[in-house]
């Protein structure tokens, strides 16, 4: 499985962004998609996650919530998440992931490490 995020670019602070996880081949619907960032000196982070289940269901860290919207486009075979007032700490390369483990803990080292397949980032610069 490939996975390609994308969407990133250097916006303002306040500003929205879209990003894009796509893969060439296998459907993503298939697996459990996390978003992930890292920004220069500080530790990964687990930012959104959607479950494979019917309903899609969509976890999100304390710090994005309200924010962030992780969603699913079977049709396109992509999943997006969409950021909201961007913050300047916010500034990371974002990677999504697809794996078969439920949306636990997304935060955590054991989710980052159960994910199967990971993907180039994007990276995500906030400045004014």
């Known amino acids: 499985v490939q996975l390609q995020a994308s969407g990133g670019g250097l916006v303002q602070p306040g500003s929205s962004l879209t990003l894009s996880c796509a893969s060439s081949g296998y459907p993503l619907d298939y697996f459990t998609i996390a978003w992930f960032r890292q920004a220069p000196g500080k530790e990964r982070e687990g930012v959104s996650c959607i479950s494979n289940n019917a309903d899609s269901t969509s976890y999100y860290v304390d710090s994005v919530k309200g924010r962030f919207t992780i969603s699913r486009d079977n049709a396109k075979n992509t999943v997006t998440l969409q950021i909201h007032n961007l913050k300047p700490e916010e500034t990371a390369v974002y990677h999504c992931?697809?794996?078969?483990?439920?949306?636990?803990?997304?935060?955590?080292?054991?989710?980052?490490?159960?994910?199967?397949?990971w993907g180039k980032g994007t990276q995500v610069t906030v400045s004014s």
């Open positions: 992931a697809a794996g078969s483990q439920p949306c636990v803990n997304i935060d955590s080292d054991t989710f980052y490490y159960s994910m199967d397949y």
